[in-house]
């Protein structure tokens, strides 16, 4: 009798004091006020601000529940900020342990905060082509967390191609989604994202030890990631046609340097018309950035100036190299070898330079393919490695 009534106590305090499926969470606002924090931003990095039910353009068919976030994280400079995000959980009965998370990075959206995917921004489908990937992840029975990334949609600047402020965006997300949801995501992660977002992924990776510890990374799928910055900038500027895109990230990468390294003075090595021009990059999103009557219509060459030395720039541009980056996780890149984004030549470099360092990577070529299409034409391949992995 005396062991039936010990048993029924342990019992009945187990679900007093087990963690709720969904945790208790401040309501966020509705409209634009959502992404506005409170003055005092208390707590850890990771750490929900509020959340509120996500009913917009970039909320997951085929989820049970869609949740917009914003989480605590944290800036180059050691200050607090926030960032926002989105949660899609899958349908069907939640497994033991929980549902693997895969945290996403999206690619190139441009810098100003209506650019960001959880506010709605899909010019020329720019966000929604990586739809079709997250919906097979959901059926697959994993959530999908997907960052906006520091100062894309809240408060302060988007540190565009900048390593570490993505990473900590990209696993901050992952963190606070498992505090949105403690009892139904797994600690299991597996980190991925396309063109920057890929650029992001590998930085997370790299952070993930440190930055954090208590998540098991069990890989990470980078899609055509952008790499080699510093390479790529001084012969993309040497280009004396228009670049369309390509004349965008290098407007968008000149801002970001210049919003971390205001001591380069970045607005005086621009040309006068990219000096027109400039101010573009804060308020206009990338279709914008990338017309004519942009930095799309200025030839590469004449963005800037050709009497300034522009090593310092250069040297600031290559730190976020992710080929330096010591990656203890599995890696799988994926790349298109028709794609005029991210160029096969540097992906093939990074890739050697991994094997080097001897990271466990793996690398997959897909003949014909552009920038954005190695999403659909590498989907299959990944969903079959990510399976491999959360074994």
Known sequence: MRRARVALVLLFAAAVFAAPAVAKVRPGPKGAAFYMPPKQLKGKHGGLVWARKHTGRDALKGASRNELLLYRSTDIDGEKIAVSGSLALPRGKVPKGGWPLITYAHGTTGAADRCAPSRGYDANDLTSYAYPLLRRWLKAGYAVVRTDYEGLGTPGVHHYLLGLSEGRSVLDAARAARAFAPRKLSKRLIISGHSQGGHAALFAASLAPTWTPELRVRGTVAFAPASHLSTQSQATLAIGLPGGGL?????????????????????????????????????????????????????????????????????????????????????????????????????????????????????????????????????????????????
Request: with cysteine.
């Open 247 to 391: 004349g965008a990230i290098a407007g968008l990468v000149l801002r970001g340097v210049d919003l971390a390294h205001p001591s380069l003075e970045v607005a005086g090595l621009l040309t006068p018309q990219a000096a027109a021009l400039y101010p573009q990059t804060e308020t206009v999103c990338f279709d914008a950035l990338s017309a004519n009557t942009s930095f799309g219509g200025l030839p590469l060459n004449q963005i800037l100036r050709s009497d300034v030395d522009l090593s310092p720039l250069l040297a600031v541009v290559g730190r976020s190299d992710p080929e330096q980056l010591a990656i203890e996780t599995p890696v799988r890149i994926e790349q298109g070898d028709a794609d005029t984004t991210v160029f096969k030549a540097f992906t093939d470099q990074l890739v050697a330079a991994y094997a080097q360092s001897g990271a466990k990577v793996t690398y997959a070529i897909y003949p014909g393919i552009s920038h954005r299409g190695v999403v659909d034409a590498g989907a299959k391949d990944a969903a079959r490695y990510i399976k491999q992995r959360l074994k």
